[in-house]
């Protein structure tokens, strides 16, 4: 068994009261006189062992308290030395402050009961106020020490759990920070990818009906609607960057689309969608326009968007239906096109629409589902459906 190694102040500290013990004793200076071990050399013992026992006050606080006490003890039988007793208080004290829990909180108890047994025991023995004084002086080297060192042990213990708090406050702290970029990087990948995908669908198929068909009519056509989604392309994606830019704090963009332009965004998809054989139709049965929160009306915004812009790129021709509803406490968005193989050019997907909406529904508290139906008449289509409570908190912002 390897003894734990004695720290430095620990010996510095026996060292310096072995000598100034040893100082006290070259002068023949004493606590009291006449006891049963008189002898000059007697009270030099109690005062090693005292000072071995402050060299261990914090590796082993323990064995150091009930080895000074020993020597304490001892040392009562000698004519005895001042500093044996200042050491022993340094031990007391340094027993509860760094000693372990339970038997920390056990010293000061035990002290105290000591020092009100003395006390009475010495009233009881001499009947005198004298006792009164050996209580007091009990108390004063061991009681007191010990309660002094259980108050900084309690400040020490204040201050590493207020430490530890704080350290607990800054992780998570930094860890809301991080969930809170990652949270708003996906916002900005879902709105880059609802803003843009819809022009760069339209562009990829377009350009590509005029390099397979050598029709100068045609060719002209896909020109045109080539150069209007570039246009709204980039003024989507201008948008885009000022708000990236903009320092002011706004939490809502002053650009923000809402239900109010989906008409005009039906008409730009018919449009697009017109060559590939493909006929938008807008079926809005809502009762009122008015009281829909915002984030409640962009996400139902986009969500149209992106499922038109899906079906721009893998719809069969037919008859594509975006149908609005304002049932009680929700607003439900579905967008039907037909599903099968189609003829012409096609882009291609990577998914990320789906996963947009999904989360924008998600954020709203709502539910979505998104796959292959079969309609009344037997016909194969993709239907997006996605029902948004009326009461959603502004989680989604554009």
């Known amino acids: 068994m390897t003894l734990p190694r004695p720290h430095r102040f620990d010996l510095l500290m026996g060292f310096l009261g072995l000598a100034s013990g040893l100082l006290l004793w070259s002068f023949d200076l004493y606590t009291t006189g006449g006891r049963i071990f008189d ?66 909180r056990r010293v000061p108890y035990t ?27 009990t108390g004063m080297i061991s009681f007191m020490p010990a309660m002094t060192g259980a108050v900084v042990r309690n ?19 930094e860890m809301d920070r991080t969930q809170a970029v990652v949270a708003e990087r996906a916002r900005m990948a879902r709105e880059l990818h609802d803003m843009v995908a819809n022009h760069l669908s339209a562009i990829a198929i377009h350009s590509t009906a005029a390099m397979s068909i050598d ?29 990236l830019r903009d320092s002011s704090g706004d939490a809502e963009p002053a650009a923000a689309p809402t239900l109010a332009g989906l008409d005009a965004l039906v008409e730009q998809a018919r449009a697009n969608a017109r060559p590939s054989g493909l006929d938008l139709v807008l079926e809005d049965s809502r009762e009122s326009t008015a009281g ?12 149209v968007q992106e499922s038109l812009t899906n079906a721009l790129k893998h719809a069969a021709p037919g008859e594509v239906r975006v149908v609005l509803a304002r049932e009680e406490g929700a607003l439900t968005v579905e967008v039907t096109s037909p599903s099968g193989e189609r003829p012409g050019p096609t882009a291609p997907g990577s998914g990320a629409g789906l996963v947009g909406m999904r989360e924008r529904v998600d954020l709203l508290g709502g539910a979505f589902e998104a796959g292959p139906v079969t309609d009344r008449e037997g016909r194969k289509q993709w239907r997006v459906r996605a029902e948004l409570p009326m009461d959603a908190k502004d989680e989604e912002r554009a």
């Open 39 to 104: 002898q000059d050399w007697a009270p030099l013992i109690p005062l090693a062992v005292m000072a071995s026992a402050e060299a261990l006050r914090r590796t082993m606080p323990q064995t150091a308290l009930v080895v000074g006490t020993l020597a304490i003890v001892a040392d009562q039988f000698t004519n005895g030395n001042l500093v044996t007793v200042l050491m022993f208080t340094d031990v007391v004290y340094a027993a509860v402050v760094y000693g372990k829990p339970a038997s920390a």
């Open 111 to 137: 002290t105290g009961l000591i020092t009100v047994a003395v006390t009475v025991g010495f009233l009881v023995w001499w009947q005198n106020a004298i006792a009164l004084v050996v209580g007091v002086l």
């Open 155 to 173: 400040h020490r213990e204040a201050a590493d759990a207020a430490r530890l708090r704080a350290e607990q406050t800054a992780l998570l702290a």
């Open 215 to 243: 029709e100068p009519a045609t060719t002209r056509q896909a020109l045109t609607v080539i150069r209007e989604n570039s246009v709204a392309g980039l003024s989507e994606m201008r948008r885009l960057i000022g708000l």
């Open 292 to 303: 829909l929160p915002a984030p409640v009306e962009l996400a139902a915004y986009r969500i």
